[in-house]
Every structure is written in C-alpha cells, then in structure tokens.
T-cell receptor
Framework: NAGVTQTPKFQVLKTGQSMTLQCAQD?????MSWYRQDPGMGLRLIHY???????DQGEVPNGYNVSRSTTEDFPLRLLSAAPSQTSVYFC????????????FGPGTRLLVL | AQSVTQPDIHITVSEGASLELRCNYS??????LFWYVQSPGQGLQLLLK??????LVQGIKGFEAEFKRSQSSFNLRKPSVHWSDAAEYFC?????????FGKGTSLLVTP
C-alpha cells in the first residue's frame, strides 16, 4: 500500500495560472479531504468528498474546485492562482464515517508569485 | 460549531522533562478528539484519538491524553521528552466528515 500520495511535491505558479494538485489513495477509502496549512493558522478544510461523485465545501473553498470521479482520486484545481493561495496543501482519506482516523499525504508546497 | 483551541503557540522543555500540551474544545456533545504530530517538512502522523470510554488514552511514541469533560480539555502528556519529539503538535475535533484543527503548538526541546 502506498497510502495517500500527492503530486507534485513543490510547484511555483504565476498569478493567474491554473493547475491541478493530484491526490490518490489505494486504501479504498470513501472519504477524502483537502486542507491547506499556513503559518499560525493550523490546517483548514478546503473541500471534502464522501464518495465518488459527491463533494462539498469546507471552511475555505473560494478559489478551488474539486471533483471525485473515482474512489481513488481527488484532484484539487486552482483555476486562477493568487498569491494568497501560497500554502502547503494536504490531502487526507478515511474509511470510517465521521473521519475518525484520517491518513494524510506528504503535502504539496505551492508558491504563487 | 465544534472547534479546538491550543492556547500555547510555542513551548520549550528540557530533554528528559515532562510535557503537557493543552487543548480545549468547544462542542455540546461528546466530541471525537485527536492529536497529530508534524515533524519539520513532513506530513501529519496520528498520535492518539478519543471517541468514548476510558478518558485516559494511550498513543504512540509514549504519549497519552486525558479527556476532561468538566474542563472541556484534551491535554497531551509525555513523562519524559526526547530530542526527537521536537515538532508541531495539532489537536483536532471531528467536523462532519473531516477534521477541525487547532492552530498548533510548536515544541522545542533543549539539551
């Protein structure tokens, strides 16, 4: 089991560019989430999914889109990157209802210039 | 909405000393509570979790936490800190299908 994988590990974007952060898990987990981590802010929930075809917004969804076409993959899209989106992004997955034990990926560090 | 507060942004302890990291929660019912650790440049690792039952929870790496409903607290403890425990520690509470995190406590261990 690779667990939760994220690509790329590091990315630099210019303001206005778009990109997709990839997240995949091989544990057949129903629940997947995206968080962003900023200094002094902890981790904040961006979007989450409770299964293929079902997504919902978290605490800080603006500027991000998600979709869940398969159980394994949960990509996060930035349509028009802004400097405020400079952050470390973590993807997580869980098999229990309520997300009792979430498994985190290694993170993607994004810099928007 | 359920949330957690970590009052201490930074804590410094000497190697071998005991450690207690504070976490206060805000939730009407019994919350599902977690402690995660993040080493520099790394992802998050689950230390322990509390759902119900025994209020003293044992975790990995010699950590434990005690759920105190009367104080709305879920403090993390370790009797003897090792230099490798230097990291960022996050308390979290279940929020629907995901987690609501505290802002973290950065632990520095001195020789």
């Amino acid at each position: 089991n690779a667990g939760v994988t994220q690509t790329p590990k590091f990315q630099v974007l210019k303001t206005g560019q778009s990109m997709t952060l990839q997240c995949a898990q091989d544990m057949n987990h129903e629940y997947m989430s995206w968080y962003r981590q900023d200094p002094g802010m902890g981790l904040r929930l961006i979007h989450y999914s409770v299964g293929a075809g079902i997504t919902d917004q978290g605490e800080v969804p603006n500027g991000y889109n998600v979709s869940r076409s398969t159980t394994e993959d949960f990509p996060l899209r930035l349509l028009s990157a802004a400097p405020s989106q400079t952050s470390v992004y973590f993807c997580a997955s869980s098999s229990e209802r309520g997300g009792e034990t979430q498994y985190f990926g290694p993170g993607t560090r994004l810099l928007v210039l | 909405a359920q949330s957690v507060t970590q009052p201490d942004i930074h804590i410094t302890v000497s190697e071998g000393a005991s450690l207690e990291l504070r976490c206060n929660y805000s939730y009407g019912a019994t919350p599902y509570l977690f402690w995660y650790v993040q080493s520099p440049g790394q992802g998050l690792q689950l230390l322990l979790k509390y759902f119900s039952g025994d209020t003293l929870v044992q975790g990995i790496k010699g950590f434990e936490a005690e759920f105190k409903r009367s104080q709305s607290s879920f403090n993390l403890r370790k009797p003897s800190v090792h230099w490798s425990d230097a990291a960022e520690y996050f308390c979290a509470v279940r929020r629907g299908y995901a987690l609501n995190f505290g802002k973290g406590t950065s632990l520095l261990v001195t020789p």
